[in-house]
């Protein structure tokens, strides 16, 4: 019933906001397109076939399918030993799965929204993040704690959390975040065999969105090393960093971009944790320049951390001040124009980028 009430509320938002949503799709010459929802529901499939330790638990992944349908049709291919339907009680089915997975077994934990994971904090971090430390390497916890992040729309400051930040500031997990379908496929996979706890941070959003996958992705061995970002859109004047849903506003911000003659190098980070530091500060070598784009909070964010490396690593590189674009420092306003206002838009990419190749005013001088 919680997700049915969830569905209604949002209804009629992603009505209005899939249009645009629509429009930051990156295609190519791929045989097949395929959604993100059916990238991660093909993964969780291929990998329970292939290792029977690998069980799903969260509330209503059964028989209602999951919340957004991502573990449709398992149930009844798997029965109800490996797709467990959990009461709302996160703190009590996360502790069940940490246990599980030191006995050896697989756990995918789905958290409805990772708002909720708030409620099993202690677990993801205390039990299952430190325990293989703790236990001199005695202790392997293979578990995925997978769901919604980020901002939806029209659910208030107390479901439009990004915890990127959060979990990736915690030795001990890996923090990966997919835009597109392929990273979907690939990083949820290469979640499911890593030995470690890995959180894997979604957005509903994408959930619909189609992209483009080869021949090659769709095999039922692929997936994608954990701590290696993508270079999206190659280019020489300013790197762009971003993941998730900010990737393909990155994307589309370097469309506009180019007509004024700007050539934007996008990255997609992919994994938050591990950070790939290399690929990040070689391009920032490369342009000279380096704007980040999240959704969470600016304070201690992800950008903040990929500020310090370049600064650490390429400062004698930087031709102009680095650009950070985040959302509001405020909780996420439930009125849909404030909402808007308080999570990035492309615009707002544009005219960072403008300001870093000195196209605009800066801000400083407008103060």
Same mark, same amino acid.
């Given at each position: 019933?919680?997700?049915?009430?969830?569905?209604?509320?949002?209804?009629?938002?992603?009505?209005?906001?899939?249009?645009?949503?629509?429009?930051?799709?990156?295609?190519?010459?791929?045989? &097949?397109?395929?959604? @993100?929802?059916?990238?991660?529901?093909?993964?969780?499939?291929?990998?329970?076939?292939?290792?029977?330790?690998?069980?799903?638990?969260?509330?209503?992944?059964?028989?209602?399918?999951?919340?957004? &349908?991502?573990? %449709? *049709?398992?149930?009844?291919?798997?029965?109800?030993?490996?797709?467990?339907?959990?009461?709302? !009680?996160?703190?009590?089915?996360?502790?069940?799965?940490?246990?599980?997975?030191?006995?050896?077994?697989?756990? @995918?934990?789905?958290?409805?929204?990772?708002?909720?994971?708030?409620?099993?904090?202690?677990?993801?971090?205390?039990?299952?993040?430190?325990?293989?430390?703790?236990?001199?390497?005695?202790?392997?916890?293979?578990?995925?704690?997978?769901?919604?992040?980020?901002?939806?729309?029209? @659910?208030?400051?107390?479901?439009?959390?990004?915890?990127?930040?959060?979990?990736?500031?915690?030795?001990?997990?890996?923090?990966?975040?997919?835009?597109?379908?392929?990273?979907?496929?690939?990083?949820?996979?290469?979640? $499911?065999?890593?030995?470690?706890?890995?959180?894997?941070?979604?957005?509903?959003?994408?959930?619909?969105?189609?992209?483009? +996958?080869?021949?090659?992705?769709?095999?039922?061995?692929?997936?994608?090393?954990?701590?290696?970002?993508?270079?999206?859109?190659?280019?020489?004047?300013?790197?762009? !960093?971003?993941?998730?849903?900010?990737?393909?506003?990155?994307?589309?911000?370097?469309?506009?971009?180019?007509?004024?003659?700007?050539?934007?190098? @996008?990255?997609?980070?992919?994994?938050?944790?591990?950070?790939?530091?290399?690929? $990040?500060?070689?391009? +920032?070598?490369?342009?000279?320049?380096?704007?980040?784009?999240?959704?969470?909070?600016?304070?201690?964010?992800?950008?903040?951390?990929?500020?310090?490396?370049?600064?650490?690593?390429?400062?004698?590189?930087?031709?102009?001040? +680095?650009?950070?674009?985040? *959302?509001?420092?405020?909780?996420?306003?439930?009125?849909?124009?404030?909402?808007?206002?308080?999570?990035?838009?492309?615009?707002?990419?544009?005219?960072?980028? %403008?300001?870093?190749?000195?196209?605009?005013?800066?801000?400083?001088?407008?103060?």
């Amino acid at each position: 019933m919680l997700a049915i009430s969830r569905q209604r509320i949002l209804g009629q938002c992603f009505q209005k906001i899939r249009p645009a949503v629509s429009e930051l799709r990156s295609y190519s010459s791929a045989a &097949k397109q395929i959604t @993100v929802r059916e990238a991660l529901n093909s993964s969780l499939d291929e990998e329970m076939s292939a290792d029977p330790k690998v069980f799903l638990m969260g509330e209503e992944v059964g028989e209602y399918q999951g919340a957004y &349908k991502i573990t %449709k *049709g398992l149930l009844e291919k798997y029965g109800p030993e490996r797709v467990l339907d959990t009461p709302i !009680t996160e703190a009590g089915f996360t502790g069940i799965g940490v246990g599980a997975a030191y006995y050896g077994l697989k756990p @995918v934990v789905e958290f409805m929204t990772f708002n909720f994971s708030m409620q099993a904090i202690d677990h993801i971090i205390n039990s299952a993040a430190k325990s293989n430390y703790m236990s001199a390497g005695q202790i392997s916890v293979p578990i995925v704690f997978r769901g919604p992040n980020g901002a939806a729309a029209g @659910v208030g400051a107390q479901h439009s959390q990004c915890y990127a930040a959060w979990y990736a500031s915690c030795p001990g997990l890996k923090v990966l975040s997919p835009y597109n379908s392929e990273d979907a496929r690939g990083l949820l996979k290469a979640a $499911i065999r890593d030995p470690d706890p890995v959180v894997f941070l979604e957005n509903e959003l994408l959930y619909g969105e189609s992209f483009p +996958v080869s021949d090659e992705v769709l095999d039922s061995s692929f997936s994608l090393p954990i701590g290696k970002a993508k270079i999206e859109r190659e280019g020489n004047d300013v790197t762009i !960093t971003a993941f998730s849903k900010m990737v393909g506003y990155a994307l589309k911000a370097a469309e506009i971009l180019e007509k004024d003659g700007i050539n934007a190098e @996008v990255i997609n980070l992919r994994s938050i944790r591990p950070l790939d530091r290399s690929t $990040i500060n070689a391009s +920032v070598r490369k342009t000279n320049r380096l704007i980040t784009v999240e959704e969470g909070f600016p304070q201690h964010g992800v950008g903040a951390e990929i500020c310090s490396s370049v600064v650490e690593e390429s400062f004698a590189y930087l031709d102009a001040p +680095v650009e950070r674009i985040a *959302g509001a420092d405020v909780p996420m306003p439930y009125a849909a124009n404030l909402e808007r206002m308080a999570v990035p838009q492309v615009e707002d990419i544009v005219r960072a980028a %403008k300001r870093a190749c000195y196209r605009s005013v800066p801000l400083a001088a407008t103060a």
